[in-house]
C-alpha cells in the first residue's frame, strides 16, 4: 500500500515538473505568434490544477494510510482510535495523524501554487537562455566556416 501510494506521490511531483516545459514546447511547436501570453496564462492554470489535485491527493492518501494501519478516524478517545493498530505501526500511525492536523489541504494548494509560480518563470527564462547558446553556437560555426573556406 505505501508503495503504491509513494509511486503516485512521484508521478504527480513528475506531473508538476514536466508541465511547463511540455507545454512550453507544444506553444513553440504551434504557430501561435505570441505564444508567451497563451504559456503563462494557460501554464498557470494548468499547474494549479495539478497543484490542486496534489494538495488533495496528500490528505487522502494519509488518510488511506491511517485506514490501512486500523487507525479508527470515529473514535471518541485513544483506546478507540489506536484499539486495531498493531504495535509496530504505532509510531507511523501517530507522526501521519499529526500531519494531517493543523491547515487543510486547500490552504496547502493555494501555498503551493503561489511557491510554484517562479518555476514556470525559471523554465521560460532557461528556454530563452538556450536560444541564444544555440544562436552563438551557430553564430561561431558559420564564422568558422567562413574563415576555412577563405
Same mark, same amino acid.
Given at each position: 500500500?505505501?508503495?503504491?501510494? /509513494? #509511486?503516485?506521490?512521484?508521478? !504527480?511531483?513528475?506531473?508538476?515538473?514536466?508541465?511547463?516545459? =511540455?507545454? $512550453? %514546447? &507544444?506553444?513553440?511547436?504551434? /504557430? #501561435?505568434?505570441?505564444?508567451? !501570453?497563451?504559456?503563462?496564462?494557460?501554464?498557470?492554470?494548468? =499547474?494549479? $490544477? %495539478? &497543484?490542486?489535485?496534489?494538495?488533495?491527493?496528500?490528505?487522502?492518501?494519509?488518510?488511506?494510510?491511517?485506514?490501512?494501519?486500523?487507525?479508527?478516524?470515529?473514535?471518541?478517545?485513544?483506546?478507540?482510535?489506536?484499539?486495531?493498530?498493531?504495535?509496530?505501526?504505532?509510531?507511523?500511525?501517530?507522526?501521519?495523524?499529526?500531519?494531517?492536523?493543523?491547515?487543510?489541504?486547500?490552504?496547502?494548494?493555494?501555498?503551493?501554487?503561489?511557491?510554484?509560480?517562479?518555476?514556470?518563470?525559471?523554465?521560460?527564462?532557461?528556454?530563452?537562455?538556450?536560444?541564444?547558446?544555440?544562436?552563438?553556437?551557430?553564430?561561431?560555426?558559420?564564422?568558422?566556416?567562413?574563415?576555412?573556406?577563405?
Amino acid at each position: 500500500m505505501d508503495i503504491l501510494l /509513494t #509511486i503516485a506521490d512521484f508521478l !504527480i511531483f513528475g506531473l508538476i515538473a514536466a508541465i511547463p516545459i =511540455l507545454w $512550453l %514546447v &507544444i506553444l513553440k511547436k504551434s /504557430t #501561435i505568434e505570441f505564444y508567451e !501570453i497563451y504559456y503563462f496564462s494557460i501554464g498557470l492554470l494548468l =499547474l494549479g $490544477l %495539478v &497543484i490542486y489535485f496534489s494538495a488533495w491527493w496528500s490528505d487522502k492518501s494519509d488518510l488511506m494510510r491511517l485506514e490501512y494501519y486500523g487507525y479508527n478516524m470515529d473514535g471518541m478517545n485513544e483506546t478507540e482510535r489506536y484499539g486495531k493498530v498493531s504495535q509496530e505501526n504505532m509510531e507511523r500511525v501517530k507522526s501521519i495523524e499529526i500531519g494531517i492536523m493543523g491547515i487543510g489541504w486547500q490552504l496547502k494548494a493555494i501555498f503551493g501554487f503561489i511557491t510554484l509560480i517562479p518555476y514556470i518563470l525559471v523554465v521560460y527564462v532557461g528556454d530563452k537562455l538556450l536560444q541564444l547558446i544555440k544562436w552563438i553556437y551557430k553564430a561561431k560555426i558559420r564564422r568558422n566556416t567562413e574563415n576555412f573556406k577563405k
